[in-house]
Each structure stands twice: as structure tokens, then as C-alpha cells.
């Protein structure tokens, strides 16, 4: 995966979470977002049962 691939799944991701400028149809949950855009050889590296918070947890920070 490129820089164009992590872009794409990126901004996927924050479609699916609700952030998006415009409605998209066929929002997945962020672990089939996972599965779905990042190499099989890395999932056990990226995926975590608490990565939803944790990306959470980071957009928070944000909000002020």
C-alpha cells in the first residue's frame, strides 16, 4: 500500500465514521474497513480489539 492507498483508506474510514463532507451508501465498521484496505500480512499489526476507541480517543483531542 502506497500513500495513495493509506489515503483512500483513510478517508474511507472517516466516511464510515460519520465525517464526511458528503453521504456516502455502503459505510462499514472500522475493523471491515481494516480488513478490507490493509495487507492481510499486517492486520495482526494494525487491527487491536480496542482500536475504535483509541481512534476515538484521538478525534477527541480535537474537539475543543
Known amino acids: ?16 465514521m460519520k465525517f464526511a ?4 451508501h455502503g459505510v462499514l465498521t472500522t ?3 481494516i480488513v478490507e484496505s490493509v495487507p492481510e500480512r499486517l492486520l495482526d499489526k494494525v487491527y487491536t480489539a480496542d ?7 484521538k478525534i ?5
Do not use: N, T
Open 1 to 16: 500500500m502506497g500513500i495513495c492507498g493509506l489515503i483512500h483508506a483513510a478517508c474511507a474510514m472517516a466516511d464510515d
Open 21 to 24: 463532507a458528503i453521504s456516502h
Open 31 to 33: 475493523a471491515e474497513r
Open 51 to 57: 482500536l475504535e476507541k483509541r481512534i476515538a480517543e
Open 60 to 64: 477527541d483531542q480535537f474537539d475543543v
